[in-house]
Nanobody, 123 residues
Framework: VQLQASGGGLVQAGGSLRLSCGAS????????MAWFRQAPGKEREFVVG????????DYADSVKGRFTISREKAASTVYLQMNSLKPEDTAVYYC?????????????????WGQGTLVTVSS
């Protein structure tokens, strides 16, 4: 399975970006999926996850109310709509597919990772 993330770029504070993550190789319609991010010099952190059905979501407090995750189950595609971006959102964003149907906050629960897409928010 390969995950391909796209949509990153440079945006001013207060702006918006939409990230996409598509899967190839096999369907991930029964797997939870999530976005993590890693800022320079920091550890990779959980941003948001969505369960296999799309009905359950979990957001980190730092992005709650600003970011929205959605998925096209049949296409094994997940999106991240990011609004009201802040400079502290600057990071490489990674999509990941869980070993399970739910969306965990633990890195070790994910066995497939995309290559990352850089989001830079200027002040």
């Amino acid at each position: 399975v390969q995950l391909q993330a796209s949509g990153g770029g440079l945006v001013q504070a207060g702006g918006s970006l939409r990230l996409s993550c598509g899967a190839s190789g096999r369907t991930l319609s029964n797997n939870g999926m999530a976005w993590f991010r890693q800022a320079p010099g920091k550890e990779r952190e959980f941003v948001v996850g969505v369960g296999w059905s799309g009905g359950s979501t979990d957001y980190a407090d730092s992005v709650k109310g600003r970011f929205t995750i959605s998925r096209e189950k049949a296409a094994s595609t997940v999106y991240l709509q990011m609004n009201s971006l802040k400079p502290e959102d600057t990071a490489v964003y990674y999509c990941a597919a869980s070993k399970w149907g739910g969306a965990s906050r633990l890195l070790n629960d994910y066995n497939y990772w995309g290559q990352g897409t850089l989001v830079t928010v200027s002040s």
